[in-house]
């Protein structure tokens, strides 16, 4: 995962929970009133936690993974962000795939078929050897990461619609749980067995994620209601992105996104190494500064957003939001000066303030 994949905790925006119910039931009928089922929604749940966990339980430990591979710092950061760029080139190229295979088989094969990936992903990480290996791992993992946007198609298959923004919620919150718990899990675990130590635990987490999906995860999608045939258009990410592209006013939206998450994303994948290059910070105060973060980040969405949307507009809230990144940005430039973790602490909570501020308003 990047530090998206490890990671963020999983909060969609209105948009794309709706999209994810377009998609979900673009085949059934409108009076289809799903009744949701206990032991489902409690299968659901606790595979979405063990998601979270597994995914961020990595993060403190990547940079000294790679570190044996390399001669120099600057070299093994490099490393360190192919690594997380591989892993999104590799999921976006397999994300319609997977999307268009669970509307033609169902959710729970994906859903088995990614956790699955992910489980063999992480112990080839860990077993490591060579950084061709490293890399090798990462590359199953993004082929088969689909399992967040089945588990939110599996969630709008099995809850009907005017509930379902309610259970998105409940995904979000859970996964945000599993989240921060992950790093200074990994964290605490790498300091006392080694740095592979919690790619082995989060293989094992996931591959018990496997056992329990394929025996109390029941299937969500009837057969009357799958694809019948799959297109070639379908499985073509670039037909998409062409398509979302040309929505009017949602063009100019994406691209200050993108635009915004291109220094963001860069900076989270290399946060780690950062801290151990600057500060000489440990696997365990990595994973407890992730963790920290975390729960900044439910603070800022929980606390601080509504009381902003009561007193500004969805414009000043952005500009606002944009203002605390760029701000976080320069004291990260000065912490990198002057050797100040106050000031990396400082950008965090500015960072965390900007991502939860601009993205509730799209």
Same mark, same amino acid.
Request: hydrophobic share 50%; aromatic share 12%; glycine share 8%.
């Given at each position: 995962?990047t530090?998206?994949?490890?990671f963020?905790?999983?909060?969609?925006?209105?948009?794309q &929970?709706e999209?994810f119910?377009?998609?979900s039931h673009?085949?059934k009928?409108?009076?289809?009133?799903?009744?949701v089922?206990?032991h489902?929604l409690?299968?659901?749940?606790?595979?979405?936690?063990?998601i979270g966990?597994?995914?961020?339980?990595i993060?403190?430990?990547v940079?000294?993974?790679?570190?044996?591979?390399?001669?120099?710092?600057?070299?093994q950061a490099v490393?360190?962000?192919?690594l997380?760029?591989?892993?999104?080139?590799?999921?976006?190229?397999?994300?319609?795939?997977?999307g268009?295979?669970?509307?033609?088989?169902g959710?729970?094969?994906?859903?088995?078929i990614s956790?699955?990936g992910?489980?063999? =992903?992480?112990?080839?990480?860990?077993?490591?050897?060579?950084?061709?290996v490293l890399?090798l791992?990462?590359i199953?993992?993004?082929?088969t990461?689909g399992?967040?946007?089945?588990?939110?198609?599996?969630?709008?298959?099995?809850t009907?619609?005017?509930?379902?923004?309610?259970?998105?919620g409940w995904?979000?919150?859970?996964?945000?749980?599993?989240?921060v718990?992950?790093?200074?899990?990994g964290g605490?675990i790498?300091?006392?067995?080694?740095s592979?130590?919690?790619?082995?635990?989060?293989a094992?987490?996931?591959?018990?994620?496997?056992i329990?999906?394929?025996?109390?995860?029941?299937e969500?999608?009837?057969k009357?209601?799958?694809?019948?045939?799959?297109?070639?258009?379908?499985l073509?990410p670039?037909v998409?992105l062409?398509?979302?592209?040309?929505? &009017?006013?949602?063009?100019?939206?994406l691209?200050?996104?993108f635009?915004?998450f291109?220094?963001?994303g860069s900076?989270q994948?290399?946060?780690?190494?950062f801290t151990?290059?600057?500060?000489?910070? &440990?696997?365990a105060l990595?994973?407890?500064?992730?963790?920290i973060l975390g729960?900044?980040?439910?603070?800022?969405?929980?606390?601080?957003m509504?009381?902003?949307?009561?007193k500004?507009?969805d414009?000043?809230?952005?500009?606002?939001?944009?203002?605390?990144?760029?701000?976080?940005?320069?004291?990260?430039?000065i912490?990198?000066?002057n =050797?100040?973790f106050l000031?990396?602490?400082l950008?965090?909570?500015?960072?965390r303030?900007?991502?939860?501020?601009?993205?509730?308003?799209?």
């Amino acid at each position: 995962m990047t530090k998206k994949q490890k990671f963020d905790i999983i909060l969609l925006t209105k948009k794309q &929970k709706e999209m994810f119910m377009i998609s979900s039931h673009q085949n059934k009928p409108s009076n289809s009133k799903p009744t949701v089922k206990k032991h489902a929604l409690f299968a659901g749940l606790i595979s979405v936690f063990l998601i979270g966990i597994g995914f961020s339980i990595i993060t403190p430990v990547v940079p000294f993974l790679v570190a044996p591979y390399v001669e120099s710092s600057s070299s093994q950061a490099v490393i360190v962000t192919l690594l997380t760029s591989v892993y999104g080139i590799c999921m976006f190229f397999s994300a319609p795939i997977l999307g268009a295979l669970s509307d033609r088989f169902g959710r729970r094969p994906i859903l088995i078929i990614s956790l699955l990936g992910a489980a063999i =992903g992480f112990l080839i990480f860990g077993i490591g050897g060579a950084l061709w290996v490293l890399f090798l791992g990462r590359i199953i993992e993004g082929i088969t990461g689909g399992s967040i946007s089945t588990i939110f198609a599996y969630f709008a298959d099995i809850t009907p619609s005017e509930e379902r923004t309610k259970y998105f919620g409940w995904i979000s919150a859970v996964t945000g749980v599993g989240t921060v718990m992950g790093p200074t899990i990994g964290g605490l675990i790498a300091s006392q067995f080694g740095s592979a130590a919690p790619l082995y635990f989060a293989a094992n987490i996931t591959f018990l994620n496997v056992i329990y999906a394929y025996f109390f995860l029941s299937e969500s999608l009837e057969k009357k209601y799958r694809l019948k045939q799959i297109t070639a258009r379908r499985l073509n990410p670039f037909v998409q992105l062409i398509e979302i592209l040309a929505v &009017k006013n949602l063009n100019r939206l994406l691209l200050a996104a993108f635009l915004l998450f291109v220094p963001s994303g860069s900076l989270q994948a290399i946060l780690s190494q950062f801290t151990i290059d600057t500060f000489s910070l &440990k696997p365990a105060l990595i994973g407890l500064i992730f963790s920290i973060l975390g729960v900044q980040d439910i603070v800022s969405q929980s606390l601080i957003m509504p009381r902003l949307l009561r007193k500004m507009s969805d414009k000043q809230i952005a500009l606002f939001g944009m203002a605390a990144e760029a701000s976080g940005y320069i004291l990260i430039a000065i912490s990198a000066l002057n =050797g100040s973790f106050l000031a990396v602490y400082l950008r965090d909570v500015y960072f965390r303030i900007r991502r939860f501020n601009f993205w509730p308003v799209v």
